[in-house]
Structure formats: C-alpha cells, structure tokens
C-alpha cells in the first residue's frame, strides 16, 4: 500500500524547557533546573509523528523571519516533511513555548504564538487534496475553518487548547480528539456529528467513540515516564496515519496508544517521536 498524504494545518514552535524536581506553584521559583530547546508547537509535532510513523506529509503554517524558524523547522526538514507551504511572515516572530518538566514527566506549558497566530485562512487555501487532514487549535480559527474545505475523506482536529468553534466545524469533523480537559470544555457537542471522536483519559487509556457509542477502547502501555510533552500530538498523527491506511478502528487506536506510550519514554516532544519501526517492534513484543 503506498503512503497516505497528510496535510498538517498548525502551529510551529522552538520549545525552551527546563526540566527541575517540581514545577513552580503561582508565585514560587524553582532553582536547580537542566535546560535544553527543542523544535516544537502541536502542528509541527504532529506533521513529524505522522512523517516517522509513514506518511507523506505537507505542513501548512507561519514562523518569523528569525533564527528561531530554523531551529524550530529542523526535524520537519531532516525527516522530509514538505514544508512549501510554511510562510516567512515579516512581522511577527517564530512561536516559542516555554516548557517546565518535573520528574514525573508531568508539564506546565506557556506559548507565546508569534507567527502561529497570523496564520491566515489565504495560507491555507493553497494546500491540495490529502487523504487526510489534520489541524489543531494553536493557529487562529478562520485558518481551521479553511482546512475544513479542503478535498479529504479524513478530515481531523485536534481540540487543543480548548477554545470556543463554531458548532458546524465540530459536525463536519471526521475525527474530534480530545483529553478529559478539552471534552469537558466541548461536553456533548464532541458527539453530534457522525464522525470519530477518540478521548485520551492519560494513565487511563484511550477511548473511541462514534454517535456517543464507545467503539474501542485502550488501556495505558506501562513504560518507564521521562517527559510527557508531545505526546499526546504523536497519538494524534499516529491515530491519523492508522485510519487513513484503512486500519480497523481498534487496530488505529492500539497503534496510536503504543506511539503515545514510547514517545514518553525520552525527553523533548520532537526527538522522543518514535518511528515506524520502532512502534511496530514495541507492539509485537506485546503481541
Ligand atoms: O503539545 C506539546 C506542544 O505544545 C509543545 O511542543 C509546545 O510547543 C506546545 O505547542
């Protein structure tokens, strides 16, 4: 079977992360911290999940006239993501995320959208026919809403970070994803459309649903916990990847938990994405 083309509508940042004992409460400092940047932003992640794990992929965003845009475009560039249709905007500059870890790999996450956030339904407009779309909500609306239109029999959203949509962008949907956050922020108007909505619950799993019925379902791999940044944006392409090559849905959702679990596995969200091979021979070893 060749390889699905995927479009990535979304957001490209250069994540600075500093890894510490524990995360800041509102007020506190906290010393003691390792640093490290990473190329990052929900769109990028995705576009590079979707790319290792087998698809040809084209991302469609914005990053600065800037040194950062370099940094940040560096894997999507090594791994061959198509990346004609990622504007230079004059203006603004390149996305950046400020990422604190602590040691159980849990995060706290800031971003300064830059460039991300004059992404613009014109930039869109140009990306061709895929056998899948995926976007997510780190670039304005309007540009989410242009994606929508293009030609797709999968078009995708990841719901994240929760903000109000129109309710026809929910319907039109193929496949909503959600974390527990986001799907008590959309509560029923997740399960209007007839498409997918696949929920991941963190150490609980993941759940897919069609009308509101569960139609598989998920348990967490146990693997050892460095950083859990990205990747819940791997399930995300893998999930994509899965469906788009006709997988059954369970099938998809099992590949996309077995991504999810190995990309927690390393620190930084780009350079913790497993590839192809990787998934497959975590899974048979499951099997
Ligand atoms: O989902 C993780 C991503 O969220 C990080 O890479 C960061 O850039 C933010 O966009």
């Known amino acids: 079977m060749s390889a699905p083309r995927i479009n990535i509508v979304g957001s490209i940042n250069l994540d600075l992360v500093a890894s510490a004992e524990k995360l800041p409460a509102p007020g506190e400092t906290v010393t003691g911290a390792s640093y490290a940047q990473y190329p990052g932003g929900k769109g990028a992640n995705q576009a590079l999940a979707a790319r290792r794990l087998g698809a040809e992929v084209a991302m469609v965003g914005r990053v600065g006239r800037d040194a950062n845009a370099e940094a940040a475009l560096a894997l999507l560039k090594a791994d061959g993501v198509d990346l004609s249709g990622v504007v230079e905007d004059e203006e603004e500059p390149t996305g950046v995320a400020l990422i604190g870890v602590d040691k159980a790999g849990e995060n706290q996450i800031i971003v300064a959208s830059g460039a991300n956030g004059v992404l613009s339904a014109s ?41 109000p949509v129109p309710a026809g962008l929910l319907e039109r949907a193929d496949l909503l994803i959600v974390n527990e956050v986001e799907a008590e922020f959309y509560d029923d108007a997740l399960h209007r459309g007839e498409g997918l909505v696949a929920l991941t619950l963190g150490r609980q799993g993941s759940v897919l649903y069609r009308s509101g019925k569960e139609v598989a379902r998920m348990p967490v791999y146990a693997v050892p916990v460095i950083d859990t940044t990205g990747a819940g944006d791997t399930f995300c392409g893998a999930l994509v990847v899965g469906l788009a090559e006709g997988m059954e849905e369970g099938a998809a959702l099992r590949f996309a938990s077995a991504a999810a679990a190995l990309a927690v596995t390393k620190e930084g969200a780009q350079p913790a994405i497993p590839t192809r091979k990787d998934v497959e021979a975590f899974l048979s070893d499951k099997a």
């Open 123 to 163: 930039d869109v407009a140009r990306a061709g026919a895929a056998d899948a779309v995926l976007c997510q909500l780190e670039v304005p609306v309007p540009a989410v809403m242009e994606a929508a239109k293009i030609e797709t029999p999968l078009f995708a959203i990841n719901l994240a970070p929760a903000m």
